[in-house]
């Protein structure tokens, strides 16, 4: 098993910047692809970003495309979602994801491990 906890969220102004963080612990961090996930009041939860094992590969959703990069270092068992231009649609828990899986994938029924999220709040 792996444990996961979120960081980084809070309230900003429109067009700023956040970087949200996730350590895991647990069984050997590498051998997981990582991804982000976030549900905003009264929607389902969705796809944001995904990291392969190695951080060789990433997939994005396309509202997030060239604004949110994810990336991972392995020896600190850290995940990181850098999110620049932020706006109003944006607002959302977010929460870190874990799958025993080779390949990136990007529906949350195929993620084995979840955290408790953190709350990413943007004012417009």
């Known amino acids: 098993q792996v444990q996961l906890v979120e960081s980084g969220g809070g309230l900003v102004q429109a067009g700023a910047s956040l970087r949200l963080s996730c350590a895991a612990s647990?069984?050997?961090?590498?051998?997981?692809?990582m991804g982000w996930f976030r549900q905003a009041p009264g929607k389902e939860r969705e796809f944001v970003a995904a990291?392969?094992?190695?951080?060789?590969?990433?997939d994005y959703a396309d509202s997030v495309k060239g604004r949110f990069t994810i990336s991972r270092d392995n020896a600190k068992s850290m995940v990181y979602l850098e999110m620049n231009s932020l706006n109003a649609q944006d607002t959302a828990v977010y929460y870190c994801?874990?799958?025993?899986?080779?390949?990136?994938?990007?529906?949350?029924?195929?993620?084995?491990?979840w955290g408790q999220g953190t709350q990413v709040t943007v004012s417009s």
């Open positions: 994801a874990a799958r025993s899986r080779v390949f990136v994938e990007t529906t949350e029924r195929k993620y084995d491990y």
């Open positions: 990291i392969s094992r190695n951080g060789g590969s990433t």
């Open positions: 647990g069984r050997t961090f590498s051998s997981y692809v």
